[in-house]
């Protein structure tokens, strides 16, 4: 299946969002490094024959894009508020340099380092992207889990040939719906959710799954006691805040909590706390920012402890995740 073959010749009812092209390195450099946030970058040429395309169809919750050049590219890149998959169809790419470094594979979607900044080399490529946005994403995850506004990919095995397959499919009716029904259709809102879906299935969301029934109206009070907790993670609350935000006793709340997630309302609270840790961990810089400042943010004060528990959820001591 070949996939959004011809961006570049987008019609005009589904007008790019974003388009250039060029012929020279300085141009190149100064066209993508705005888009992506990018520095220190280095383009350079293959032979005499250099030029790159760039061209996005869509809208600020779900864009397709192509991207080709005839040339080589280096630099580092930053997305803010937005998962980016890419995948190249001829070419040769490798991101996250030096750190987690990714070889990318013709056809195969992979994900950019999500709210971190990173490295990343191309030449001579042919590259499709899909930005979907965080609130977009969160949407889709909370069909799913139980969401705290993190959002964290496990990419250390490779998504399976259905996954992938259901993966360019969804994004092809997605462009059949933008270009067949418009921006503004339903269609293409719910082809949106249909793509992020597909995400989903590429890479297993690192999220608490909802439990069963979780949605039923006798849970009604415990939804809103979790709801409480992921809105006020950061600040300083009791199991007595949590019942009283949720209008239930405490231990109701305790039963509640012990019944449908399996664990203590104050322990589900740290490890809610413990995620927001992670992900602020991965976007610090360690040259300016500690361990000790961003645990204490999230109300961890004695720091030999903290280190134990995040070890135990996440396999690595914080200064690692730091470092990463």
């Given at each position: ?14 007008a ?33 024959d ?23 590219l ?59 946005s ?71 969301f ?8 979780f949605?039923?109206?006798k ?14 993670a ?12 949720a ?5 109701s ?34 040259d ?32 690692h995740?730091?470092?990463?």
């Amino acid at each position: 299946m070949h996939l959004v073959t011809d961006l570049q010749n987008a019609p005009a009812a589904i007008a790019p969002i974003i388009a250039f092209a060029g012929t020279d390195t300085a141009s190149a450099i100064r066209d993508l490094s705005g888009l992506y946030a990018g520095r220190a970058w280095y383009s350079s040429h293959v032979d005499s024959d250099y030029w790159y395309k760039y061209v996005a169809v869509g809208d600020d919750r779900m864009s397709i894009r192509r991207f080709q050049m005839h040339g080589y590219l280096r630099g580092d890149v930053t997305v803010e508020d937005e998962v980016v998959v890419q995948w190249i169809e001829s070419g040769r790419a490798r991101v996250d340099l030096g750190r987690n470094e990714v070889q990318l594979q013709l056809g195969v979607p992979t994900l950019f380092p999500i709210e971190q900044r990173f490295e990343m080399e191309y030449e001579d490529w042919d590259q499709r992207l899909v930005h979907l946005s965080r609130d977009l994403v969160l949407d889709v995850a909370a069909e799913r889990y139980l969401t705290d506004g993190t959002i964290a990919f496990d990419q250390s095995v490779a998504p399976t040939t259905d996954a992938v397959l259901q993966w360019r499919r969804s994004v092809a009716s997605a462009m059949h719906a933008l270009r067949s029904e418009g921006p503004s259709s339903p269609a293409w809102q719910e082809a949106q959710h249909d793509v992020a879906r597909a995400l989903f299935g590429l890479y297993p969301f690192q999220g608490e799954p909802l439990p069963e029934g979780f949605g039923n109206r006798k849970n009604a009070r415990l939804r809103a006691a979790v709801a409480f907790i992921h809105e006020h993670a950061a600040e300083p609350l009791t199991v007595s805040d949590i019942a009283h935000a949720a209008a239930i006793s405490v231990r109701s709340l305790q039963e509640s909590f012990q019944r449908e997630l399996d664990v203590a309302p104050m322990n589900y609270l740290r490890e809610v706390r413990l995620r927001h840790v992670h992900s602020d961990l991965l976007k610090a810089d360690p040259d300016v920012t500690t361990v000790a400042e961003i645990a204490s943010t999230w109300g961890f004060g004695h720091m030999g402890r903290f280190s134990h528990e995040y070890f135990n959820q996440f396999g690595e001591y914080p200064k690692h995740t730091l470092r990463r």
